[in-house]
C-alpha cells in the first residue's frame, strides 16, 4: 500500500525549502517544480502515478507552501533556480524535472546553468517570462516602476476565508478547469490557519519579483546551454498559451511540443491522464539515451 509522502526540509541560501518525498529512493529521481502561487502538493496526482517507478520529490519554492518567505521580500529566477539545484542535489543527481509555469521559467534557467544535475527536462508552458520588456528597462523609470510595486505590497493585509471551503471555493472560482474532487486537497495545503480563519500560505511579495531579474532576452541563451532532452508542454486552451515563446523548440540542442488536447494553463490537473501518459514515453526515450 503507498503511503503519504514526507516532508523533508534542505537549506538554499540561508532560506529553508520544504520538500515532499514520496519515497523509492533507489529509482531514478523525479523532481517536481510547482508555478507561481502554488505549492508543492498540487503535484499529488503525478506523483502517485510515478511513485512506484521514481523516487518523487516536490518542492515548496521560497515564499510558496511551507519554504520561509525570504527577508525584504524578493524572489527571481536566479535565487529560485539554485534551490531548485540543491533540492535535486539532496534527492539524488542527476533528475528527470517536471516544471510548470513559473516553475518552468525556474528550471530551464537552472538546467542550462547547472546542466549535470538534469536528466531531463519537461516544461508544461514554462517559456513565457513575466520579467520588463527591454525598451521599459532604460534608464532609472523602470526601477521606479519596480519600486513602487514592490513597495505598493507594504502594510497590505492577506485576504482572510472563514473556512477552508471558502478558499476552495475561490480557487474554483479563478479556474473553473479544476476537477471538483481535487480542490479540496488542494486548498488544504494551500491556506494556514490565521486569526478568523485561513490566508494563503504564499508571500504575496512573491508577485514582486527582483529588481535585477535576467532579462527577456538573455533567456534564450540559458535555453541553449541545456544538455538534457527537453519535452515544452502547452494546452490547447490555455489563456497562458499566447505568452509562450513562438519558437522556444529551436533554442534547445534536443526538444520537440507536445499540445494537452482540451487543457488550460493547468494541464496536470484537467488533462492529467493525458499529461502522465506524455511524460512516460519522454521518460522512456530518456532512459533510452543514457
Known sequence: MN???VQRYVESQRVGISYWDWGNEDAATLVLVHGGRDHARSWDRIAEAFRDT?????PDLRGHGDSDWT????YGLPD???????????AGSP????????????????????????????ALEGTHSLNPMEEERVGPGWLRRWGDRLRGFEGKEPRVYASLDEAAERMKE???????DLVPHLAEHAARKVDGGYAWKFDPWVNGRMSMELRRDELPA????????????TGAKSHARARQHPDAERHFRQARTVTITGAGHWMHHDQADQVVGELRGFFGGVSRER
Open 174 to 180: 479563478a479556474n473553473p478547469r479544476l476537477p471538483d
Open 222 to 233: 540559458f535555453w541553449e546551454a541545456v544538455t538534457c532532452p527537453v519535452l515544452l508542454m
Open 80 to 90: 529560485n533556480a539554485l534551490d531548485v539545484v540543491r533540492v535535486i542535489e539532496e
Open 95 to 122: 533528475a528527470l524535472v517536471v516544471a510548470h509555469s513559473y516553475g518552468g521559467s525556474v528550471c530551464l534557467v537552472a538546467a542550462g546553468t547547472y546542466p549535470e544535475h538534469f536528466a531531463g527536462l519537461a
Open 71 to 74: 527577508p525584504g521580500g524578493n
Open 54 to 58: 521514481h523516487h518523487v520529490v516536490a
Open 3 to 5: 503511503t503519504a509522502p
